[in-house]
């Protein structure tokens, strides 16, 4: 099971930090994502980590955000900095022993959390 939280309303070019804690499954040997959608528009990645470390960004988030873990708490987190009105949507993370080929694929995580809500306004 995987618990996201984090999310609120910010303004542009503020920063919020994104948790996902897992149980019953350890990011040590799970790959972990954050997906966005965003009202009208598909699902889309944002960020992902392999279960090694190798990360991947998206291009619209490259040098704003960052995804860490933390393997005592057993928590992957999404920092989020230089916040545009773009960014707004539910950020959701996954995880899944998937490959660095694959991560920024959806398709391919078997677990989601239940959604938190970014807002950036201007």
């Known amino acids: 099971q995987l618990q996201a939280s984090g999310g609120g309303s910010v303004q542009v070019g503020g920063s919020l930090k994104l948790s996902c804690a897992a149980t019953g499954l350890s990011f040590r040997q799970y790959g972990a994502g954050w997906f966005c959608h965003a009202p009208g528009k598909e699902r889309e990645f944002a960020a992902a980590?392999?279960?090694?470390?190798?990360?991947m960004y998206a291009d619209s988030v490259k040098g704003r955000f960052t995804i860490s873990r933390d393997n005592a708490k057993n928590t992957v987190y999404l920092q989020m900095t230089g916040l545009k009105p773009e960014d707004t949507a539910v950020y959701y993370c996954?995880?899944?022993?998937?490959?660095?080929?694959?991560?920024?694929?959806?398709?391919?995580?078997?677990?989601w959390g239940q959604g938190t809500l970014v807002t950036v306004s201007s």
């Open positions: 996954a995880a899944s022993r998937v490959v660095y080929s694959s991560i920024h694929d959806g398709t391919h995580y078997n677990f």
């Open positions: 980590r392999t279960w090694s470390g190798s990360t």
